[in-house]
Nanobody
Framework: QVQFVESGGGLVQPGGSLRLSCAGSGNIFNFLAIGWFRQAPGKQRELVASITGAGSTNYPDSVKGRFTISRDKAKNMVYLQIDGLKPEDTAAYFC????????WGQGTQVTVSS
């Protein structure tokens, strides 16, 4: 089973940027469609970006233009670049199979506040 380890979160002022990292285990990681999800307190977890094994990306309209997902197959990594951070982006961010069917890691907290 693929394990996911997220990192890179932090406290950022509105308008700032962060790059989140997702380290995946296993030889199949690079062939999987991977998604970044977030969950704010009291809200359901939502998919904010996904990338296929071939590198095709997809975003919901709510984050399109500010979120960029990418992967480095040599390092078994998937990244999420977030620009123009807003207070409503505050949440715990997780990576997983794009379907959300894998084991959830600890996530990384992103807090946007002045």
């Amino acid at each position: 089973q693929v394990q996911f380890v997220e990192s890179g979160g932090g406290l950022v002022q509105p308008g700032g940027s962060l790059r989140l990292s997702c380290a995946g285990s296993g030889n199949i990681f690079n062939f999987l469609a991977i998604g970044w999800f977030r969950q704010a307190p009291g809200k359901q977890r939502e998919l904010v970006a996904s990338i296929t094994g071939a590198g095709s990306t997809n975003y919901p309209d709510s984050v399109k233009g500010r979120f960029t997902i990418s992967r480095d197959k040599a390092k078994n990594m998937v990244y999420l670049q977030i620009d123009g951070l807003k207070p409503e982006d505050t949440a715990a961010y997780f990576c997983n199979h794009a379907s959300g069917s894998g084991h959830w890691g600890q996530g990384t907290q992103v807090t946007v506040s002045s």
